[in-house]
């Protein structure tokens, strides 16, 4: 039987409200949980379009840092110092579509780095729009 994850979708939402939403940022929110496992969704606002319909290169990566960010929380609970230490992005194809999707799975989870897959989708398309690698670190005192 695998792990459950250690956190559930209202969790994440919640802490990430209250830590990042009070600059009124338009946050994604946490669709699906499982242990190393993460599906969040963003409603696309204006600021996040570039011409021709397309969701921007920036938005597409924000989310997957912030989908790593909550793949990670599955695994070890919300931890709010787990920081970013890389972050490299394929753009595949144009992203259009109303929702950003982002879907993050821990490759490898050590005591202090671990490695996400993260895959991106327009809600206008099945097709992979994306696909970023993110490590994270943890604080040393884990």
Same mark, same amino acid.
């Given at each position: 039987?695998?792990?459950?994850?250690?956190?559930?979708?209202?969790?994440?939402?919640?802490?990430?409200?209250?830590?990042?939403?009070?600059?009124?940022?338009?946050?994604?929110?946490?669709?699906?949980?499982?242990?190393?496992?993460?599906?969040?969704?963003?409603?696309?606002?204006? %600021?996040?379009?570039?011409? $021709?319909?397309?969701?921007?290169?920036?938005?597409?990566?924000?989310? #997957?840092?912030? !989908?790593? *960010? &909550?793949?990670?929380?599955?695994?070890?609970?919300?931890?709010?110092?787990?920081?970013?230490?890389?972050?490299?992005?394929?753009? %595949?194809?144009?992203?259009? $579509?109303?929702?950003?999707?982002?879907?993050?799975?821990?490759?490898? #989870?050590?005591? !202090?780095? *671990? &490695?996400?897959?993260?895959?991106?989708?327009?809600?206008?398309?099945?097709?992979?729009?994306?696909?970023?690698?993110?490590?994270?670190?943890?604080?040393?005192?884990?």
């Amino acid at each position: 039987m695998s792990p459950k994850s250690k956190v559930s979708c209202e969790e994440v939402d919640t802490f990430l409200s209250e830590t990042f939403g009070n600059e009124g940022r338009n946050l994604p929110r946490t669709h699906m949980v499982d242990f190393g496992y993460a599906e969040i969704q963003l409603k696309v606002a204006p %600021l996040d379009m570039r011409p $021709g319909g397309f969701i921007s290169g920036p938005t597409q990566m924000a989310i #997957s840092d912030h !989908a790593a *960010y &909550v793949a990670v929380f599955t695994q070890v609970g919300i931890l709010p110092m787990a920081l970013t230490s890389n972050l490299s992005i394929n753009f %595949l194809r144009p992203c259009i $579509g109303e929702r950003l999707i982002a879907k993050a799975r821990v490759l490898k #989870s050590g005591r !202090a780095l *671990y &490695v996400i897959s993260v895959d991106i989708y327009g809600s206008g398309s099945e097709k992979l729009s994306a696909q970023a690698s993110v490590s994270y670190v943890l604080p040393r005192d884990m």
